[in-house]
């Protein structure tokens, strides 16, 4: 068996890149980003690739932070103009168009018994308004229960908006301009428990796959829809089990989706498209720290925001310090492993192999000196 220079080079440099690779991938730590910022009390984050780093709402304030790797915080948008009280919900990053798409809310009082519901959509190179597009119920009246309360966006600049007052999804064109995408029966076809603290809120988390359709989560019933992009047309996924008080949503390149919820974060994955899937995993979070949203960072790493939300829609604390922390699904950990010790074996086969035809290489040059 003769192998060539180049195979034997790029078998060196391999067997190189596992060894220093194994003790790196063994003792990596989950990374953890505590920064400070007052009373903002996120319900919301999104990472943008652009600019590496983190976009962080308020429900306190009409503002939007960004935060880096290393918990630097620098304000990024300001918006006064908003209605006073009003909150920073959902958000994405639009990479095609570079623009931040953001839910604004604000619940009914007794001063506006009408609540407001709106989607803002940002320049990330000016950070200037776009449009600020007044979310409707039936597009031409105000509902009291509607809750304007996460978006998605595709490949075109559409944009998707849960209503989890009301069960539906609003559409918003690239221009700003309102329709309803979907009222699907399906979304009102499963039972309720409602001695629940989150029985009013339906459909929360939503994201945009690509390859063609949304995948929303509803609160209180612990399901998971596929929708339809250009019809709306929706059915319940089948699932092993129910994602309980699911809240954000976010997908990462390889197709996993991950579903968080104030307890626990899900991992997910489908082999015919979502319209059946299962739980693979799920990792515990700090359930007093109150995580509502997950994201992917750079390096297809998982991300919840530890925002202390229901303290801050209470309005009766005062707070300086939130977090976001990486989370990994011990399964997956378990598995990286694996493929390192089959890489070893291969590059210490080839090793042997090497030592073995230098071996011969001498004994021959011995015998022609001879």
């Given at each position: 068996?003769?192998l060539?220079?180049p ?5 060196t ?14 003792g990596r730590k ?9 009373n903002?009390?996120p319900?919301?984050?999104?990472w943008?690739?652009k600019?590496q ?12 932070i960004?935060?880096s ?7 990024l948008i ?17 990479r095609?168009?570079?623009?931040l ?11 506006s018994p009408t ?15 776009l449009f600020l597009?007044?979310?409707?119920d ?20 559409n ?5 989890s007052g ?6 918003i064109?690239l ?16 039972p ?7 029985h ?11 390859r063609?359709?949304?995948?929303v ?7 998971l829809?596929?929708?339809?992009v ?6 319940a ?9 699911a ?10 989706v ?25 990792t515990a979070?700090?359930r007093?720290r109150?995580?509502?949203?997950v ?38 950990s ?10 070893i ?14 071996h ?11």
């Amino acid at each position: 068996m003769k192998l060539s220079f180049p195979l034997l080079l790029f078998s060196t440099l391999l067997f190189i890149f596992i060894a220093l690779s194994v003790p790196f991938a063994a003792g990596r730590k989950p990374h953890v980003i505590n920064f400070r910022s007052r009373n903002l009390f996120p319900e919301s984050f999104t990472w943008d690739p652009k600019s590496q780093h983190f976009i962080v709402g308020s429900t306190r304030h009409q503002k939007l932070i960004a935060v880096s790797d290393a918990g630097v915080v620098e304000s990024l948008i300001t918006d006064t103009s908003l209605p006073e009280n009003s909150s920073f919900l959902g958000l994405t990053v639009d990479r095609y168009n570079n623009r931040l798409l953001a839910c604004i809310h604000r619940p009914p009082s007794p001063e506006s018994p009408t609540p407001f519901n709106a989607l803002a959509s940002y320049d990330l190179q000016s950070n200037r308004r776009l449009f600020l597009s007044p979310l409707l119920d039936d597009v031409t009246q105000y509902d009291a229960a509607a809750v304007a309360n996460d978006v998605a966006v595709d490949f075109h600049g559409n944009a998707y908006v849960t209503n989890s007052g009301g069960d539906f999804i609003w559409k918003i064109t690239l221009s700003g301009d309102v329709s309803i995408l979907s009222k699907s029966k399906a979304f009102k076809s499963h039972p309720i428990d409602t001695t629940t603290d989150y029985h009013k809120c339906g459909l929360n988390g939503i994201v945009f796959s690509p390859r063609g359709y949304l995948l929303v989560v509803q609160s209180n019933t612990g399901k998971l829809f596929k929708v339809n992009v250009d019809d709306g047309a929706a059915r319940a996924v089948i699932l092993n089990r129910d994602l309980t008080a699911a809240d954000g949503i976010s997908i990462r390149e390889d197709g996993v989706v991950l579903v968080v919820s104030q307890e626990k974060l899900y991992f997910l994955n489908s082999n015919d498209g979502w319209g059946e899937g299962g739980v693979y995993d799920e990792t515990a979070l700090e359930r007093e720290r109150f995580a509502t949203a997950v994201t992917v960072g750079d390096g297809r790493r998982v991300y919840v925001l530890y925002g202390h939300v229901m303290k801050g829609i209470n309005g009766n604390e005062e707070r300086d310090e939130f977090g976001i922390a990486e989370v990994e699904s011990e399964k997956e950990s378990e598995e990286e492993p694996v493929w390192l010790y089959i890489l070893i074996g291969i590059g210490f086969f080839i090793f042997f192999i090497w030592r073995f035809q230098m071996h011969k290489l001498v004994e021959s040059l011995n015998k022609k000196t001879v």
